[in-house]
Nanobody, 125 residues
Framework: QVQLVESGGGLVQAGGSLRLSCAASGRTFSSYGMGWFRQAPGQDRAFVAG????????YYADSVKGRFTISRDNAKNTVYLQMNSLKPEDTAVYYC??????????????????WGQGTQVTVSS
């Protein structure tokens, strides 16, 4: 089992940047595929980005491709989401998720087994 804790959210103006972090407990972090999802008010939780166990492969939703970068540091048990050129429509609660099967390219919430509590990102226009 793994516990996930997100941090780094906040209020930023459109065009700005934020870096989210997700710290994982446990000694087997490198065995999990990791993903970031987001949920805006009144909307379903949506896939943002995923990274493979080694960090060598990544996958992005079209809406963030070229603006967001997912990465991981297995020595620090942490996955990151660097968000640049932020838009008001990026406003949401951001969640990190872990997949025991190593899934990182699935846009389905069902592909992930563990979730963090979320961190709020608000982009003002």
């Amino acid at each position: 089992q793994v516990q996930l804790v997100e941090s780094g959210g906040g209020l930023v103006q459109a065009g700005g940047s934020l870096r989210l972090s997700c710290a994982a407990s446990g000694r087997t972090f490198s065995s999990y595929g990791m993903g970031w999802f987001r949920q805006a008010p009144g909307q379903d939780r949506a896939f943002v980005a995923g990274v493979s166990r080694t960090g060598g492969s990544t996958y992005y939703a079209d809406s963030v491709k070229g603006r967001f970068t997912i990465s991981r540091d297995n020595a620090k048990n942490t996955v990151y989401l660097q968000m640049n050129s932020l838009k008001p429509e990026d406003t949401a609660v951001y969640y990190c998720a872990a997949s025991q099967l190593g899934t990182y390219y699935s846009a389905s919430k069902g592909g992930y087994d563990y979730w963090g509590q979320g961190t709020q990102v608000t982009v003002s226009s």
